[in-house]
């Protein structure tokens, strides 16, 4: 038990969470890219931590709908900075990746905007700002209609011979 006698995030029941996307989006196994072993936030689908679904839009830039469960708070009520900054790796990361580009992170600057209350659905966009010899920026952002939670900006370079 937690305060006032609550069961731990760990504990509670999984609810159903919709992850639909934009009609115009077609789904895509986006982690599928980078293999089992790179799924820190997307690799547990029915959790309380993260769920996340992955589409292409009609411009085949890479999109995720995002669910932050109980186990991601900081703020009381709010995801933690560290949550939001770890669905913009993977995200922004596999956006290259989606691109043709075989990176790893280089570096990741995270602007948090509003505090992100738990259980929403929100969306990631992404977008391929540059591709400069092995250097590729990405951008993206944590949205849920007009509020922005968090931009971020991600500088990730190719892997030689991939």
């Known amino acids: ?11 509670l029941p999984a609810p159903s969470v919709d992850l639909a996307g934009d ?19 997307s690799g547990e689908p029915e959790g309380n931590r993260f ?21 991601t708070e900081g703020p009381p009520g709010h995801a933690h900075g560290g949550a939001i900054a770890a669905v913009l790796d993977e995200v922004l990361g596999l956006a ?9 992170v280089g570096n990741l600057n995270v602007g948090f905007r509003s505090l992100l209350p738990l259980q929403q659905v929100v969306t990631v966009e992404t977008d391929i700002v540059s591709v400069a010899g092995r250097k590729v920026m990405v951008h993206g952002r944590i949205c849920s209609g007009l509020t922005v939670y968090a931009e971020g900006e991600c500088l990730c370079i190719t892997i030689p011979g991939r």
């Open 51 to 71: 769920r996340v679904r992955y589409f292409r839009d009609t411009l085949l830039q890479l999109r995720a709908r995002v669910w932050f469960g109980p186990e």
């Open 23 to 41: 009609s115009s989006w077609v789904p895509f196994d986006a982690p599928a890219l980078v293999g089992e072993s790179l799924r820190f936030v």
């Open 96 to 104: 290259a990746w989606n691109a043709g580009h075989a990176i790893v």
């Open 1 to 11: 038990m937690t305060r006032a006698g609550q069961l731990p995030p760990s504990k």
